[in-house]
């Protein structure tokens, strides 16, 4: 059975409601963690302790192939454990409100410059417009 477009929009604000509760409670949680009695390292335990086995079946039903081994290891390195070390390290310091400005603006940052370097998709001028924009906000 079709789901009708009202179902869909309400599936698709359900799913946005649930990443912006994810990503705003992720800084604020860690930060609170990290200056109680949790290290970076176990916050990054935890974090794939979770999510790896509920992403372990669709990982082994597409396995690496899907994507290949050079973007599996950008998104390891990229999004993956490393990523989450240095995050999470970066919130002994600094507050989480630092995180929730910083980090979106690296990985945009990142992203659009990987791609150009790495992909050779060049950006338009409106994306480096953006880019402009978000770099002199950051600081």
Not at 34 to 49: H, M, N, S, W
Request: net charge positive.
């Amino acid at each position: 059975m079709e789901k009708s477009s009202s179902d869909k929009v309400a599936v698709g604000v359900a799913f946005g409601l649930a990443g912006a509760l994810i990503w705003g409670t992720w800084p604020a949680l860690s930060r609170l963690a990290v200056q109680q009695t949790l290290t970076p390292l176990d916050i990054v335990a935890l974090r794939f302790a979770v999510a790896g086995p509920l992403l372990l079946p669709l990982f082994w039903r597409r396995g690496i192939a899907a994507i290949g081994w050079p973007a599996a290891l950008l998104l390891t390195c990229g999004a993956g454990a490393p990523y989450v070390v240095v995050v999470t390290w970066g919130l002994e310091f600094a507050p989480a409100a630092h995180f929730g400005v910083i980090a979106p603006s690296t990985m945009l940052t990142c992203s659009t410059l990987g791609g150009w370097l790495i992909l050779r998709d060049k950006p338009s001028t409106a994306r480096l417009i953006g880019l402009a924009v978000i770099l002199g906000g950051a600081p």
